[in-house]
C-alpha cells in the first residue's frame, strides 16, 4: 500500500467569518511560509503549487505525513477539514493476492430512470422504478425494468447511474452470462422513449448474493442512521480522523470474518448500506476470480481495494 495526502493551506479571509484586518493576514501568511520553509528540502513533500494566498502539497508515505502533520499544529487554523487527504493506492500483487475486493466504480455517466427523476422526483410513486419508504425515501425494492437515456452510457462498458444502480453494455453482459462466473442476474435497462422494444443495449447488474454482516471490529463505521418507519440502516465507512487539532479524511478498510469465503459467490452485495438513508446502498464485493475476468475483459471505469479477512 502506498499513500499519499494532499494539503492546502490557505491564509485567506474563510467563507462565513468576518475578513482578517491586514495585521491577522499578514502573521498567517508568516506562519504558513515559515511551514513552507521548513519543507521546502524534504523529498517526500512536493510543493505543488504556491498562490498569493494558499499552497498545496502532495506528501509521500506515513513519515512525511506525521512530519507535516505535527509541524501544521499550530497552524491548524489554516487547514479547513476538507483540505487534508489521504488516499491509499495498492499494487497489482497485493490485490491479485486477496480472496475477496472491494468492487467501485469510477464513473457515474448514466441519469436515473427517467420517471424517476424527471417526474416522481424520488417519492416511489405508482410508476417509479422502486417502492420507497414514505419517510426516508429509501430505495425498498426494484418493480419494474429502468428507463433511461441510454445515450449516456457512450461505448463505456460499466457505469453507475446517479442512483448507485450498475450498468453494463450489451457486450460486456453477454461476455458475463457466458463467463461461469456466480452470484448475479441482469435485467434490460431500457430507452425511456421506446421502452420493452427490440433488444436492450444496456443491463443492469444486480448482485443476488448477500453477504453476512461485516467483521467490526476492525471495520469501523461513521455516520450511522436508521428510519424509524421503514428500518432501512444506513452508514459510512469511516474516514474522519484527526491529528492533534487537524481533521483529516482518509477512508479505512473492510473485514470480513473468514468463513465468508464459504458463502461468498463471484458477485455478493454487503448486508450493509452505505450513503445518506435516502441514496443508501450496499457495496459491491467480488472474488478474485471475478476481478480477473474484469481485467481480461479490458474495462474500464472501476477499481478494487481490499478487503481483508480475519479469525
Ligand atoms: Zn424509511
Known sequence: MKKVAYVTVYWGDEYGKPPKTSAEKALDEALAKEILKRIEQLRNIKIAEVSFDH???????????????EILQPASHLVSHTSVRVWRTYSRQELGALPVLLWRFTNQAIEDDWYD??????????????KRCPAC??????????????????KRDVSLTYGFEVILSARLAQTLQESGLTGFTLRPVWDYRKPNQGEPRLFQLIMTNVLPPMASPPTEFE???????????????????????????????????KEVLETAADFNRTTERFGDLSASDPYVIISQRAYRWLREQ??????????????
Open 55 to 69: 499552497y498545496h502539497l502532495e506528501i509521500t508515505g506515513d513519515e512525511a505525513f506525521c512530519f507535516l502533520m
Open 117 to 130: 427523476l424527471k417526474e416522481d422526483g424520488y417519492k416511489g410513486g405508482a410508476k417509479a422504478s422502486h
Open 137 to 154: 425515501r429509501a430505495e425498498l425494492e426494484q418493480v419494474r425494468d429502468l428507463l433511461v437515456d441510454v445515450r449516456k452510457m457512450g
Open 223 to 257: 455516520g450511522e442512521q436508521r428510519c424509524g418507519v421503514c428500518g432501512t440502516e444506513s452508514r459510512y465507512i469511516k474516514h474522519t480522523h484527526y491529528w492533534g487539532r487537524i481533521r483529516y479524511y482518509e477512508e479505512t478498510s473492510v473485514y470480513y470474518p
Open 298 to 311: 479490458n474495462v474500464r471505469g472501476w477499481e478494487v481495494e481490499p478487503v481483508y479477512l480475519v479469525e
